[in-house]
């Protein structure tokens, strides 16, 4: 399936705007939507082909500035120590409230979307992994998709959290019961910064909850799904990405698929 071109919407939210990238198939017609939560460097090139991945299999993707309280609009952090410093700072600064009233406000506007259906995922890596599973207790979220999500557990030896003062309730709301959505949990067994202890506390607390859940660990690093440095690896980035697609089609369906391919603007090879 060909897409569109790129585009994007500036969002209000209570903490300013939030430039939110929208990916979607070219052909006419509707289709589900993802809320995409990228990883502490926003929008970078491998959020945008993961992005386009998802939107050439027929969903309307929503990939919103996680930081736009503390960057300009449309900036891109770099895979370096520079970047990385200053992600984390955000991620430690920006308020735990801010974080779900923005995905509330992406969902919002993906139920308003002329090309969306209204039927709602949310697939997220990293930090986005974590804010993807707190997306995933809104109640228009079917299915959630959280690849190595950090700072969920709650270790004395490894201290964790998201928002201000590191505080986040999202391991108590998970254990009573929060989720909504059927979740698929990808985790890698050698990253540290979910180590296993941290790992088997997250299980523990959705499998006596009753949440609907998938969980996977492949032998892969942090960052394993990022086509871009030394942790790549395609085998499990494919692996993990298919059995994503399994879950968005099979709870959110296929939307306006066309019979035909669509013709391209090209007048030349």
């Given at each position: 399936?060909?897409?569109?071109?790129?585009?994007?919407?500036?969002?209000?939210?209570?903490?300013?705007?939030?430039?939110?990238?929208?990916?979607?198939?070219?052909?006419?017609?509707?289709?589900?939507?993802?809320?995409?939560?990228?990883?502490?460097?926003?929008?970078t090139g491998p959020i945008?082909?993961?992005?386009?991945?998802?939107?050439?299999?027929?969903?309307?993707?929503?990939?919103?500035?996680?930081?736009?309280?503390?960057?300009?609009?449309?900036?891109?952090?770099?895979?370096?120590?520079?970047?990385?410093?200053?992600?984390?700072?955000?991620?430690?600064?920006?308020?735990?409230?801010?974080?779900?009233?923005?995905?509330?406000?992406?969902?919002?506007?993906?139920?308003?979307?002329?090309?969306?259906?209204?039927?709602?995922?949310?697939?997220?890596?990293?930090?986005?992994?974590?804010?993807?599973?707190?997306?995933?207790?809104?109640?228009?979220?079917?299915?959630?998709?959280?690849?190595?999500?950090?700072?969920?557990?709650?270790?004395?030896?490894?201290?964790?959290?998201?928002?201000?003062?590191?505080?986040?309730?999202?391991?108590?709301?998970?254990?009573?019961?929060?989720?909504?959505?059927?979740?698929?949990?990808?985790?890698?067994?050698?990253?540290?910064?979910?180590?296993?202890?941290?790992?088997?506390?997250?299980?523990?607390?959705?499998?006596?909850?009753?949440?609907?859940?998938?969980?996977?660990?492949?032998?892969?690093?942090?960052?394993?799904?990022?086509?871009?440095?030394?942790?790549?690896?395609?085998?499990?980035?494919?692996?993990?990405?298919?059995?994503?697609?399994?879950?968005?089609?099979?709870?959110?369906?296929?939307?306006?698929?066309?019979s035909a391919p669509a013709?391209?603007?090209?007048?030349?090879?």
């Amino acid at each position: 399936m060909t897409l569109q071109e790129p585009e994007f919407s500036d969002l209000e939210t209570p903490s300013g705007l939030m430039r939110t990238h929208v990916f979607r198939p070219a052909a006419p017609g509707s289709y589900p939507g993802i809320v995409l939560f990228s990883e502490i460097f926003h929008v970078t090139g491998p959020i945008r082909r993961t992005a386009s991945f998802l939107a050439a299999h027929g969903f309307v993707v929503a990939v919103p500035e996680v930081f736009h309280e503390f960057e300009p609009l449309g900036t891109v952090l770099a895979y370096d120590t520079e970047g990385t410093e200053r992600g984390n700072w955000c991620k430690i600064n920006k308020p735990l409230a801010a974080y779900d009233a923005d995905a509330r406000a992406v969902i919002a506007f993906l139920q308003k979307h002329p090309h969306c259906t209204g039927k709602l995922g949310t697939l997220g890596i990293c930090i986005g992994g974590h804010l993807s599973f707190r997306c995933a207790f809104n109640p228009e979220i079917l299915a959630g998709v959280c690849f190595y999500a950090t700072d969920i557990h709650k270790l004395d030896s490894h201290p964790r959290g998201l928002g201000l003062g590191m505080a986040d309730d999202s391991l108590q709301r998970a254990r009573e019961g929060a989720v909504q959505a059927e979740l698929l949990l990808i985790w890698g067994r050698q990253d540290p910064h979910v180590p296993f202890e941290g790992r088997m506390q997250i299980h523990k607390a959705i499998e006596e909850s009753g949440t609907n859940y998938q969980w996977i660990e492949f032998n892969g690093a942090h960052a394993f799904l990022r086509d871009e440095g030394p942790r790549y690896n395609p085998v499990l980035a494919q692996q993990s990405m298919q059995l994503a697609l399994e879950l968005f089609h099979r709870k959110l369906g296929d939307g306006c698929l066309p019979s035909a391919p669509a013709h391209s603007a090209e007048t030349r090879h």
